[in-house]
């Protein structure tokens, strides 16, 4: 048995009768089969075990259980990994299985080299290759192979020999950097008076420690990002959102993508606010979720502008026959009133606020309650 890449198997006892061939077979096993894991002896395993429990094809009939279930035989294979194949001690399931499937034939495991393995090891080798390097000459090492001639017509335009390259980005900001008098020179400028003198205040050592310059540019942060004046910012903002290999990528996304190369102070809140003026993005690009409401979205500006109610109960009943109570809170000043109640309908509930609360501190702007069934339907429009 040779199992270097392919399987093939062959049944030496038949060339003692002469006149009949002696059987045998090749496999390739598919790519994603072929090693697993890096594991040998799954691979090498698979080439035992087809070829003594498996059914084959009528082309593959030696290879059936009758012709080696009663007999003692000797396989012989060019991997050293299945000579220990009935000594591991491995909890392995397919092991395991393997074992138990192998435990009915009476055989030995020898090592043969590959040397000596000629036979199965022809089989296993691919014929397309072992042909194609029987055609090859020597003429083939020597001479370089002949160009193919050109179609007398082409099928797509002739680009040009010299073809003339636009300025990529970061040429376009370092540029901008040179011409910008507002911020990057007089920041070079004091960068470079800085090396002479000693930083002596707390803002120069933290302006030495965020911003360097190298070959007259402005850089930002350990990983010498660009510092990108005021004027060719738009011009990062569309490469990196409403180009086309950007893709009109999400807020974080476009932030991330800028700050792998560039840097500005205010780079985050504008790349949100030129997202959000996207005509593209806001037509087509839906939100992930409703926007969150606010913790306190009714702020009261005045007492008894804005109530909470809530009912408590059920308690012991009293003499009168209340068995709840009304809790009515002002959130304005935190005053909270609390009415007996024998019952808690929504007429009751209403009618207490109309009596005790409406007379006394006007109508309140909103009430507001847990939704119960006491605070819904028409007694409350």
Known sequence: MDLEGARSRRLPQYEDRPGEPAPASSARPR??????????WRRDGRGVIPGERRRRPASHHFLREPYLED????????????????????????????SLELQRFS??????????????????????????????????????????????????PVLAANPIEAPSLAEEVRA?????????QPAIRLLQDLQVHP??????????????????????GPAKKLYVPEEVRPRVLYEHHDATLAGHP???????????????????????GYIKQC?????????????????????????????????????????????????????????VEA????ATTAADCTRRLEEEIFPRWGYPRAVITDNGPQFLGRTWA
């Open 107 to 156: 055989f030995t495991i020898e090592h043969c080299p590959g040397k000596k393995n000629e036979l199965p090891d022809l089989l296993s080798r691919d014929p397309d290759v072992v042909r194609e390097a029987a055609d090859a000459s020597d003429d083939d090492d020597i001479l370089p192979p002949t160009p193919a001639a050109p179609p007398a017509t082409a099928s797509r």
């Open 279 to 335: 005509l593209l993005c806001a037509q087509y690009k839906r939100r992930p979720h409703q926007p969150e409401a606010p913790l306190r979205p009714r702020q009261p500006q005045q007492p008894f502008e804005v109530l909470a109610c809530d009912l408590l109960g059920p308690y012991p009943e009293t003499a009168a026959g209340n068995k709840y109570i009304l809790v009515v809170t002002d959130l304005f000043t935190r005053w």
């Open 176 to 184: 901008a950097q040179r011409r910008d008098g507002a911020f990057t």
């Open 71 to 98: 007999k003692a035989f000797v396989l012989r294979t060019d991997s050293k990994v299945l000579t220990w194949l009935n000594q591991m001690k491995d909890k392995n399931a397919k092991l395991t299985r393997w």
């Open 199 to 220: 930083p002596q205040h707390g803002w120069q050592r933290g302006f030495v420690g965020n911003y360097s310059t190298e070959d007259g540019l402005l850089f930002f």
């Open 31 to 40: 790519p994603a089969v072929r090693i697993a894991n890096g594991r040998e």
């Open 339 to 342: 009415f007996p109640l024998r």
């Open 250 to 272: 999400g807020e974080d996304e476009t932030v991330r993508s800028i700050q792998d190369q560039f840097h500005w102070a205010t780079l985050s809140r504008e790349t949100r």
